[in-house]
């Protein structure tokens, strides 16, 4: 009890001294960051390593500092975050929620949330970029229609003919399409890219090294999981069948017609048959053989032949088939609902970023994510950045050889390849379904062999997007690279590994081609760092009411716990920043000449990184950002 004591204490004495200073004028008197132009890598390094470096509190009233420090230091008691979830659960089933929920809600929910309500974010967001630092926007709650069941009858009458056995999850997928929609134009609102909806000239002549704001979407919340689950077999088993077939890298075209008779659903008509003979002979004539990637091409569920290939007859069972057609028309509904999200985006200039998801549906989810990265990101377009990012989990085994294969997708295709790449959110879940099932584990073993990967992935994009420069003698911009994609990650030396190898390969800051991603509320100090040095950075900002947060929240205490020695340096800082402040306003006789400022203390002495000091590849359901800290 001596340690919620301690907590308690402390933001009760931080309260106070937050009421003997105007913390409106303090948040809003903060200039905006001037060193764009006088930053450089090395400067930049020197900031990051700063172990001393409180630039992330000059944004920062005294309440909210306080409300950090505690945070944080609840996060150090083990036995207050295990036991966090039984309390809740406890208090909702004695009807207390509401007196924890007030508390979640000036605490935790305060820390690392945006609001309730996307407009309530956009004071976060407007703040955040007087610091040089962009938002992506998250709705972060498990979306549910709530039906009551007097509902449910006449719904049922009105909807399970056009929408099928799943039409509960198709009709919650149409309330997430509506809450999306409202998602991307709110971060519109709060981005500098902003168009307005009733303005034709769609022109934009920003310099700005960021690309705007962007929202995050979860393809599970805009279908249902079996229909994903299926897809996910079908591309699974497609890429096994051209494993079996293929020679030397290669698939020819007797093997493919072997494939059509053997593997796809059987034709229900003379003139599918004839569609696919004809096709066959086509690129027999003039395509002997493909690879991989024409591979998955000529049989994408989103080509020009999809349904030569795998339209089904209306009578075909899950047992007799890899889809039915009730499941191809689940899809279709499933990319409109997307689609309409990502053309709103589009006209927006807001970026939407895919979140990666377990690996049961992540096959599914890329395929996805690439065919409309194909649409809404054509190089073509030399007016429009990219719109659709995709998230790259990089302590996956495959996912290197991932990487490459959709960069030389787009590069085939003509359209900006945009990724994010995280070390990843769900090693522990992974393991133990690879344990129960029986398969190899597809996370690496090591967090070493993470950090290789993540790394590796960086300096692989780096590296094309340098030679595009040699070959093109052009300088690079978000509009016209062929790739673009963010570094989102806690860990320092990442961070710090990525500004020093753009430094060697050309690739400028400002140029918009790579950005930075944090979660809002932890590491700060990177952060804002990076922000005050020109580069493009964003903070993840979800938001939600506060009981459909909680398993957020939850995580990020779960996190902090598992990254102590980065989160303790960042305590460490907040405790010597308000003590600072409290010197500068009470009338102690030790006390600094007062200022309106906070002091800021550099240390000129030479800083090392040490990664493997704390590092920990965090289960985060979430998955937006790896939190593996140096």
């Given amino acids: 009890m001596t340690s919620i004591a301690a907590a308690t204490t402390l933001l009760t004495a931080g309260t106070l001294l937050a009421s003997h200073s105007n913390v409106q004028a303090e948040a809003k008197n903060i200039p905006p960051p001037s060193g764009f132009l006088s930053s450089t890598p090395t400067s930049t390094i020197h900031d990051l390593l700063d172990d001393d470096n409180r630039t992330a509190f000059d944004a920062r009233s005294t309440e909210e500092l306080v409300v950090g420090l505690f945070v944080y230091k609840l996060c150090t008691f083990p036995w207050i975050v295990d036991m966090a979830p039984h309390v809740i659960s406890l208090a909702e089933k004695l009807r207390l929620e509401n007196w924890v929920y007030a508390f979640v809600k000036s605490t935790f929910f305060r820390q690392f949330c945006g609001g309730e309500t996307p407009e309530e974010c956009v004071q976060s967001m407007d703040r955040l970029a007087r610091s040089g630092i962009q938002c992506i926007l998250d709705l972060s709650i498990e979306a549910d229609l709530h039906l009551e069941p007097a509902d449910v009858p006449q719904m049922y009458d009105e909807l399970a003919q056009p929408l099928g056995k799943w039409w509960r999850e198709e009709q919650s997928a149409d309330v997430v399409l509506t809450m999306t929609e409202h998602c991307v134009r709110t971060a519109a609102q709060g981005s500098s890219s902003f168009v307005d909806d009733n303005n034709d000239n769609h022109d934009h002549h ?3 090294a960021t690309t705007g704001a962007f929202a995050a979407i979860k393809v599970t919340a805009f279908a249902p999981p079996e229909l994903l689950l299926r897809i996910n077999h079908v591309i699974t088993k497609m890429e096994h069948i051209f494993q079996a077939h293929q020679v030397n890298g290669y698939v020819g075209s007797a093997a493919l017609k072997d494939v059509v008779t053997q593997v796809l659903p059987p034709p229900h008509s003379e003139q599918q048959e004839e569609q696919r003979d004809a096709l066959i002979d086509y690129m027999h004539q003039h395509q002997p053989r493909i690879d991989a990637i024409m591979f998955s091409q000529v049989f994408n569920l989103q080509g020009p032949s999809r349904d030569v290939w795998w339209a089904a007859d209306d009578q075909a069972q899950e047992a007799d088939t890899l889809l039915t057609g009730d499941e191809l028309k689940a899809y279709d509904r499933m990319i409109n609902r997307l689609d309409h999200v990502c053309a709103l985006a589009h006209r927006y200039r807001v970026g939407i970023m895919v979140d990666a998801e377990q690996s049961y549906f992540q096959e599914a989810i890329d395929h996805v994510a690439m065919n409309l990265q194909a649409k809404y990101n054509r ?8 719109t659709v990012y995709n998230t790259y989990q990089m302590y996956t085994k495959a996912a290197q050889a991932k990487l490459e294969r959709d960069v030389e997708l787009a590069r085939r295709e003509n359209f900006a ?8 959110a769900y090693m522990v879940s992974e393991r133990k379904r690879a344990l129960q099932l029986g ?3 597809p996370i690496h073993e090591t967090v070493e062999d993470t950090h290789d990967s993540f790394n590796g992935g960086v300096r692989f994009l780096l590296g094309r997007l340098h030679d595009h420069q040699v070959a093109t003698h052009q300088t690079l911009t978000a509009n016209t690279a062929p790739i673009v994609f963010m570094v989102a990650t806690h860990n320092r030396e990442s961070i710090v590994q990525t500004v020093e190898e753009m430094d060697r390969q050309g690739v400028l800051a400002r140029s918009g081609v790579v950005h930075f991603g944090q979660l809002f509320g932890m590491q700060d100090q990177i952060s804002y760092s990076l922000g005050k040095n020109g580069y ?5 900002l979800p938001y939600g009411m506060i009981d459909e947060v909680i398993p957020y ?9 598992s990254v102590m020695g980065a989160v303790n340096k960042e305590r460490l800082l907040m405790w010597t920043e308000l003590r600072d402040r409290m010197k500068a306003r009470l009338p102690l006789v030790n006390a600094r000449p007062t200022t309106d400022a906070p002091s800021v203390v550099i240390s000129t002495a030479s800083a090392t990184v040490n990664a493997s000091s704390s590092s920990s590849t965090t289960d985060d359901a979430d998955g937006p950002i790896q939190t593996t800290t140096a």
């Fill in 439 to 441: 398969y190899p584990s």
């Fill in 206 to 208: 920003s310099n700005s």
């Fill in 417 to 424: 390849f945009a990724a994010k790449l995280v070390r990843g």
């Fill in 379 to 386: 190089r073509d377009e030399q007016d429009h950045i990219p």
């Fill in 553 to 561: 929240l939850l995580r990020r205490a779960q996190e902090n716990q």
């Fill in 536 to 540: 493009s950075i964003y903070k993840y």
